[in-house]
């Protein structure tokens, strides 16, 4: 009898789906999202604009209006091409699917964003991760090495990093771009909470592009993600890319959104403050590792973080175990940063909850 099983790639056999726990009425701490929702007056300017979208027509297919409001928004410098994915998930695969010649590398470091290992496996091409040294710092000499040794055609640089939080120094960044024979792709997901982008300077390399979302600037439900490069790769990655990825209210919504950046950049820069006194509470607390984050979450090592994990959750919080994906994150959380409110309510149940084992 004809089985999946039979005919299925053994690596996508052994995947598991990618799997997102309920979070109805909880207060959601787990992906990252921005959880300022949408002030009252925008919601009705946004409501009379989605209404004026004929859902009957496709959309336009290269989404020039959202490129235009991207490149004023975000300043793309002139001479580079824009590329709009179903968020940064869609680009990764895109990239990768245009670089998987047979015998080709993928390299990342690791622990970092799973889809680079993931995406690589679905489309059987080999992943190559890089260990993070003490504290999830880049090791130059190291991941020099391997790009030596394996000669990636694609490196992916999470730059901050997820999940540890932390930006690499640009300088070894420059270094690895530099030493690649391959492409790099600088994933700037969370730019808006760091101190530093490749964006301004992306043009001057031969072989690098810069990755981006509106995920964590408060727009996560419209899926839109861009890459930012020259065309001679642009160009390539948009043969492949399906007809239509953004949706007719995406493309709606997404030029809505970036006629109001003013309201975007003022939560993101309020998240930020939000940060700093998380990561100032969190270090103060017994029995608590955080690590310093230029993004809109906080990692934390704990004793026993499947305890503390539980204990929130029935406390009605829900944040990210990490524990039990890679070994480096072993008695990790990742909390995504809140409203001063939920950060409040969090930091008290992990109080109640460590005191329990005091
Ligand atoms: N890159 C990184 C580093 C991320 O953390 C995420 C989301 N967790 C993404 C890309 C994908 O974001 P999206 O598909 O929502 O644009």
């Known amino acids: ?31 990252m999202e921005n959880p300022f929702v949408l002030p009252e007056s925008l919601r009705a300017e ?16 290269s989404g020039e209006a959202v490129k235009a409001a991207l490149r004023t928004a975000m300043a793309v410098p002139e001479e580079l091409e824009l590329l709009l994915g179903n968020g940064s998930d869609e680009l990764i695969q895109l990239i990768a699917l245009a670089l998987a010649k047979p015998g080709a590398k993928i390299l990342a470091f690791e622990p970092s964003f799973v889809m680079y290992r993931m995406i ?8 190559v991760g890089v260990p993070l040294g003490p504290d999830f710092a880049l090791d130059r000499a190291a991941a020099l090495a391997a790009i030596a040794e394996h000669r990636p055609a694609l490196v992916f640089v999470s730059y901050p990093n997820n999940p540890t ?11 690895l771009i530099r030493a690649t024979p391959g492409l790099v792709v600088i ?31 408060g727009l996560a439900g419209l899926r839109l993600g861009y890459l930012v490069g020259r065309r001679e790769w642009l160009g390539e990655f948009d043969k492949l890319r399906l007809p239509y990825n953004i949706n007719v209210l995406s493309n709606a919504a997404a030029c809505f959104a970036l006629r109001h950046i003013g309201l975007f950049d003022a939560q993101t820069a309020e998240l930020r403050a939000e940060r700093e006194a998380l990561f100032a509470a969190l270090q103060a607390m017994d ?3 955080a690590y310093p984050s230029q993004a809109n979450f906080v990692l934390v090592r704990l004793a026993d973080a499947d305890r503390v994990f539980t204990d929130l959750k029935a406390m009605g919080i829900l944040v990210k175990r990490l524990h039990g994906g890679h070994p480096a994150l072993s008695g990790c959380l990742r909390l995504t940063v809140g409203t001063p409110e939920e ?16």
């Not at 939080?165 to 270094?175: S, Y």
């Not at 760091?194 to 992306?202: G, I, K, M, N, Y």
């Open 1 to 31: 009898m004809t089985t999946p099983a039979a005919l299925i790639r053994p690596e996508i056999l052994a995947l598991t789906a990618y799997h997102v726990p309920p979070a109805a009425g909880m207060i959601k701490l787990d992906a």
């Open 46 to 61: 946004l409501a009379a604009q989605l209404a004026q979208v004929d859902i009957n027509r496709y959309p336009d297919p």
């Open 120 to 127: 690589a496996t679905m489309l059987g091409v080999e992943y």
């Open 165 to 175: 939080g932390n930006l690499f120094p640009a300088a070894d960044v420059d270094a």
């Open 187 to 217: 994933d700037e997901a969370y730019s808006a909470f760091a101190e530093d982008s490749f964006l301004p300077r992306v043009a001057h390399y031969p072989n690098a592009v810069v990755m981006r979302t509106l995920s964590k600037l």
């Open 287 to 289: 029995g608590v590792k």
């Open 343 to 358: 950060n409040n309510a969090m930091l008290a149940a992990l109080a109640a909850s460590l005191a329990k084992s005091a």
